[in-house]
């Protein structure tokens, strides 16, 4: 008996001139961006803060976390707003992005798996690649990228030496927890 091809939908934007896509699942919609208010000790990583109907949210802008320069906000820059769970409770970010994306069809025999040279971002963050239409689609793992662990190594505050606790050493997060340095 022949089983039918799983299809997923993903939805594509653009970061870092190179088209990228997140499974839909994960996408709650698409915004253009409205005003960013920044965070004072925040990395650059982490533009600042949005109001979404009520609900505040913060917004990364990826290509600052992979050393290219930041996402220029204007009329025309989106907001990606996805929603991820982290141990059990609903997180919301938005990643920002220069041009508005849209919705693709997949099969998952047609993402290949990711070279080791040749993307921008390291091939851990990606589920694979494609092509549609004839141009190659990078998908990201979200649940990798955005993950508590690493969101919480990228806001890192550096210049702030850690604290010492009794009996081991600690490293400070962004949210004031102290936690060890390896396996969070």
């Not at 653009?14 to 896509?21: D, G, P």
């Not at 253009?32 to 533009?47: A, C, D, K, L, Y």
């Not at 609900?55 to 320069?69: E, Q, S």
Request: hydrophobic share 40%.
């Amino acid at each position: 008996m022949v089983y039918p091809v799983p299809i997923r939908q993903y939805v594509t934007f653009s970061l870092m001139a190179e088209e990228y896509a997140l499974h839909i699942g994960h996408v709650r919609e698409i915004i253009q961006s409205e005003r960013i208010t920044s965070i004072p000790s925040m990395p650059p990583v982490v533009r600042g803060v949005m109001n979404l109907r009520g609900n505040v949210v913060p917004v990364v802008d990826l290509p600052i976390k992979f050393g290219l320069a930041e996402t220029n906000i204007s009329l025309n820059t989106y907001v990606v707003v996805v929603d991820l769970v982290w141990s059990g409770e609903s997180v919301r970010l938005g990643l920002l992005t220069p041009e508005l994306g849209r919705v693709v069809d997949v099969k998952d025999e047609d993402i290949k798996p990711v070279p080791d040279f040749g993307t921008r971002i390291q091939s851990e963050y990606l589920r694979g690649v494609g092509q549609i239409d004839g141009r190659f689609v990078l998908f990201l793992d979200v649940d990798r990228l955005l993950s508590p662990a690493e969101l919480l190594r990228i806001t890192a505050i550096d210049d702030v030496p850690p604290p010492q606790a009794a009996g081991g050493e600690g490293q400070a997060t962004a949210s004031g927890e102290v936690g060890e340095a390896q396996g969070r």
